[in-house]
């Protein structure tokens, strides 16, 4: 950038001669001017006493010389007295000669005519006279002599004309003066202005023109001169260097930045920026070689459950994992990325066919199915991975990645722990998904949620020993929407904390109502989301509801399945037993569907197993899961546990259930899920056959 | 100073002044009047010779004096040929009365004055009073320090210096003494005709070189003061061969210390100015000799001055008169011309 100086600034040298050139001026015209006065005020004193000694002396001569008739002595010693300049007149009244003139006086002296010349003053001249008037100053003396007799008077006149000439020499003198020093002192100042300020100024004025294209002078600017130049001249180097340093150091920052702005700074994966970038490149690429390009979309399941109870540093270190056997398996020309969270994308090139993916879909399946073990947890991780195929799906990045998305909400619904192929089908379900993610939120804020109750019974008997609460959604459009539509997406999106809080809110109340009602309501159970439990505020709000509701807390039983529990078994426990505590029941629901270790079972502070309806579908016929059933029945008892079963439909299943010794049914068997009121109308009744 | 020259010889002069000055009424008309060249130029219808007679005041310094009073005789002459009514006023050494007498010769609108003053200082007043009062001025003798005259009559000191030195050169050659050595007893040599009269002397002595001894000035200009610095002279240079005096004031005090170192025949003695006595002395080779100025000459010649000015007539600004030397070879011939001209008897 150039720097145009205006026309009208001055330069410094212009600048600091005007300075100079006023300052001494004004000083030097000062000076002349108090020396000017002090002179003249010194020759005026010199004059007048002067004067007087003239006289004083003249005084003592004439009077000898007028008592002697003498007057031409006078005459001549008044004339050599005369001859100072300034002396305009002497004159002397001599009583003497005039009494021998017959007058008062005689009047004899000198005077100067106009040429300054000394003449012979004549009384009776009236020039004389007015000359005398205009004299500047003037003295008068009376002439006694020893016996007191007064012979006359002299008197002196002073012509300020020869103290003006002096002082017209002396003005011109200091005016010459003025103007020698003046000029000596600006030629002085100039010269030591020019050589110890502006030449090394213009010095570095030099260096600093040959500057790069950023300004900054290509060398160092010269240290030489005075101290205040030289300490410029350091500063303005290290600044260079510095701006330099800085600069260095900027290109570096701004390559780190760069490198951040498209890289994770977890993984060191790309980005979504550089992603999109790359995959842009790769269509490209792919465009041109008539190849395809498979975008994988790859989301860890349960990795939210993970991190949020094992903490994001386990989360983050489970990601690292997968990063790394990610990377291993790709081949180089692939492009790895993380998107965000737990979503990883791969793009991979030079496919002849779409379906050329699946090879590595399934390897990438299989080796993050694989387990983790991170700081002592064994942690089993699965992916749901998403493909779309460029250009068969789409040619824009952008649809590619949305359609691989897609594929991955395909692959999650599909149970997880595999891959999907997109495909346009999928486009609705996903836009369903969005609808349904906005719904969900209207929903919780206008609670058009219903609770359903699910009576559970004593299969022996018949009574009602208690019930479940069931969450229904009473869509304004869609009607009641089943809680498998809901739940999942309430998981995802966090949404499942204020359902579940609404829920037992609801239930809660509820049982309260019947309590007033003098109903036998049994134990109400609440499934019980893990992230509640991972809630800081859980177990104050959950004591904050009792009071509210005036629920006891020995009405409720929490549900919690066994797959969260055994997320983050240790500090389930730890919430689990405060939750005990307040003498609410515990129990596990879905039991057998994860993998429950024993040595965690027998810690936990619960009360009651609850056999996961798939175990009790193909009771009694499917051995297996006869086996199964017995077996959790078996467990129950030996940890001194009550036990029951769910998804109860037929009376095989509720016979082979009581039979083996688990005799609390929940089920179709007996009723379905209903509302509050049917409920109650049953509860009135105590039994249901 | 002129004045304390003649007060000196006054009580023996002016007893031989009263004698002489009934003898003789009339001058000699042969006078020298050398350097005395005078313009002279008709002035049509002025005449000195009037209806009524012009005044004419001559102040002198002292008429008591012989110089002043053969100068004013001179004055008087003149007046009385040219037929001017002259008032004589004798300051007699007073300088108050100098200046009375000046204010009562103006208020007595005379038609000039001549004056011998007391001092050339004294005379710028009288000069300053007289152009005052329009009244022309002739100074006889003394001279003046400044001011406007008609004309100023003096004698040409210098020359008469001269003259007398060349003579005394010419004695002391004839008598082969023109080895020996010439002191002078000088008059103060501050005064202008002191300065004339050395200068005239020594250059005769150069000429003749003829080597000097000491100049001695006098101070109180009395006999005893001739005679010691005589003395003096006379012991410290035994080749002294003759001695000048500038003045005829105290001679018998040089002739005395001749006298008393015996060397009457090796020592000659010259004088300026003239004494009665001198009429003797000279003949007798007693003094060598003196040269003579001419007092009633200059006071004739002053109111000549006078006379052509009042008549309109070119004045010469400066009148010097001759100085007679006078020796013993031509006292004889030149003794009317002293007796008239210096000695006015």
């Known amino acids: 950038m150039e720097f145009k100086y205006n026309a009208h600034e001055r330069s410094l040298y212009v600048t600091l001669g005007i300075i100079i050139v006023l300052t001494v001026t004004i000083i030097m015209s000062i000076h002349t001017t108090f020396s000017y006065l002090h002179t003249k005020n010194k020759i005026l004193q010199e004059i007048k006493q002067s004067s007087k000694e003239t006289v004083v002396s003249l005084q003592k001569n004439v009077t000898n010389l007028i008592k002697s008739y003498s007057i031409n002595e006078y005459d001549k010693l008044i004339f050599n007295a005369m001859q100072r300049k300034d002396n305009f007149a002497i004159i002397v009244e001599d009583y003497n000669m005039g009494k021998i003139l017959g007058e008062k006086s005689f009047f004899s002296g000198k005077i100067r005519d106009a040429q300054w010349n000394i003449v012979d003053y004549d009384s009776k001249n009236s020039e004389h006279g007015r000359a005398l008037k205009k004299c500047y100053y003037s003295d008068k003396y009376e002439i006694i002599s020893d016996t007191g007799s007064h012979l ?8 300020d004309n020869v103290m003006n000439e002096e002082l017209n020499k002396i003005i011109i003198g200091s005016v010459i003066n003025l103007f020698a020093i003046s000029l000596l002192l600006i030629l002085s100042l100039f010269i030591t202005i020019r050589f110890f300020v502006l030449k090394p100024l213009s010095d570095i004025i030099e260096v600093i023109k040959n500057h790069d294209d950023d300004g900054i002078p290509v060398d160092l600017i010269p240290t030489h001169g005075s101290k205040e130049i030289f300490l410029l001249s350091s500063t303005m180097n290290h600044m260079i260097i510095s701006i330099k340093n800085s600069r260095v150091a900027f290109k570096e920052q701004k390559s780190a930045m760069h490198y951040q702005a498209n890289h994770d700074a977890l993984t060191g994966l790309a980005n979504r920026i550089l992603f999109n970038e790359r995959l842009e490149q790769s269509m490209m690429k792919a465009k041109n070689k008539s190849s395809k ?3 994988f979309f790859i989301d860890l399941d349960h990795f939210k459950g993970i991190n949020d109870s094992l903490g994001h540093d386990v989360g983050d270190k489970i990601l690292k994992v997968v990063t790394q056997r990610l990377s291993k398996i790709i081949q180089k020309k692939d492009a790895l990325a993380r998107l965000g969270g737990d979503e990883f994308a791969i793009i991979v090139e030079d496919l002849r066919h779409g379906q050329d993916a699946s090879l590595l879909a399934n390897k990438i399946v299989k080796l993050l199915a694989q387990p983790i073990t991170i700081d002592e947890h064994v942690l089993y991780i699965s992916s749901s991975i998403g493909i779309s195929i460029y250009p068969n799906d789409g040619i824009s990045s ?7 998305d897609a594929a991955m909400y395909k692959a999650k619904d599909e149970g997880r722990n595999n891959f999907q192929y997109y495909s346009s089908e999928m486009t609705e379900l996903a836009f369903e998904r969005v ?9 919780l804020k206008n609670e058009d949620f219903i609770v359903y109750y699910q009576p559970q019974v004593n299969g022996e008997s018949g009574e009602i020993t208690g019930m479940e609460a069931l969450v229904r959604w009473k869509h304004p459009t869609m009607g009641l929407v089943p809680p498998s539509k809901f739940i999942p997406l309430a998981e995802e999106t966090g949404m499942i904390i204020q359902l579940d809080q609404y829920v037992m809110r609801c239930g809660m109340k509820q049982m309260v109502q019947w309590h007033n009602q003098k109903l036998k309501h049994g134990v109400l159970a609440l499934n019980l989301a893990i992230k509640q439990l991972n809630q800081k505020d859980f177990i104050p709000m959950l004591k904050r509801m009792f009071e509210e509701t005036k629920c006891k807390p020995e009405w409720i039983e929490l549900e919690v399945t066994e797959g969260q529990i055994m997320t983050n078994p240790d500090e389930a426990i730890k919430i689990l037993k405060q939750i005990n505590e307040m003498g609410i029941k515990l129990a596990v629901d879905d039991f057998g569907t994860g993998y429950s270790s024993l040595s965690y079972l027998k810690r936990l502070p619960i009360d009651k197993l609850k056999i996961d309806q798939s175990f009790i579908r193909d009771l009694p016929d499917d051995e297996e899961d006869a086996a199964i059933t017995k077996a959790v029945i078996a467990l129950s008892k030996s940890l001194n546990l009550r036990v ?15 039979q083996n010794g688990c005799k609390h049914i929940q089920g179709y068997l007996y009723a379905k899920p209903m509302t509050a009121s049917e409920m109650g109308e049953i509860l009135k009744n105590g039994f249901i056959s | 100073m002129r004045q304390n020259e003649v007060i000196v010889s006054r009580t023996l002069f002016s007893t031989l002044l009263i004698i002489l000055l009934t003898m003789f009424s009339s001058c000699s008309e042969n006078r020298e009047t050398k350097n005395t060249e005078v313009v002279t130029k008709e002035t049509p219808g002025a005449t000195p010779k009037t209806q009524t007679k012009k005044k004419i005041a001559y102040i002198v310094t002292d008429g008591r004096i012989p110089f002043w009073a053969i100068m004013g005789r001179g004055v008087q002459r003149s007046a009385d040929s040219l037929g001017y009514e002259l008032d004589i006023y004798s300051a007699e050494n007073s ?4 200046l009375e007498l000046t204010v009562k010769a103006i208020k007595d609108e005379v038609s000039g004055i001549i004056v011998s003053p007391s001092t050339s200082s004294a005379c710028v007043t009288i000069l300053k009073l007289a ?6 001025v002739v100074i006889s003798d003394i001279g003046t320090d400044s001011g406007e005259y008609v004309s100023y009559i003096s004698s040409n000191n210098r020359e008469g210096a001269y003259e007398i030195g060349r003579l005394l050169a010419k004695k002391m050659v004839d008598l082969g003494w023109n080895n020996g050595r010439v002191g002078i007893v000088a008059i103060p040599q501050k005064r202008l005709n002191g300065q004339a009269r050395t200068a005239g002397f ?4 150069d000429e003749a070189k003829i080597k000097g001894a000491d100049i001695k000035q006098l101070v109180i200009w009395s006999e005893e003061e001739t005679y010691n610095f005589c003395r003096e002279m006379i012991e410290s240079y035994p080749d002294l061969r003759a001695i000048w005096l500038q003045t005829s004031n105290g001679y018998n005090g040089a002739l005395r210390a001749i006298a008393q170192s015996g060397k009457q025949d090796t020592i000659l003695l010259m004088a300026f100015d003239a004494e009665p006595e001198f009429l003797d002395l000279i003949p007798k080779g007693i003094l060598a000799g003196s040269a003579m100025q001419q007092p009633y000459l200059m006071g004739e010649e002053a109111l000549k001055a006078m006379d052509r000015y009042l008549s309109g007539k070119d004045v010469q600004k400066s009148i010097q008169l001759p100085i007679l030397s006078i020796s013993t070879e031509n006292i004889a011939e030149k003794l009317p011309t002293i007796k008239r001209d210096v000695l006015g008897i």
């Open chain 1, 152 to 159: 006359g008077t002299i008197s002196i006149y002073i012509s």
């Open chain 1, 293 to 295: 390009v498979a975008l």
């Open chain 1, 398 to 404: 952008g649809n590619l990645i949305k359609y691989a």
């Open chain 1, 435 to 443: 609808v349904m993610d906005t719904s969900l939120r209207e929903a």
């Open chain 1, 644 to 658: 029951i079963a769910e998804g109860v439909e037929t009376q095989e299943q509720k016979e082979f259930l009581v």
């Open chain 2, 95 to 98: 300088a108050k009365k100098e």
């Open chain 2, 131 to 136: 152009k005052g009062a329009n009244i022309p």
């Open chain 2, 202 to 205: 020594m250059q005769a002595m």
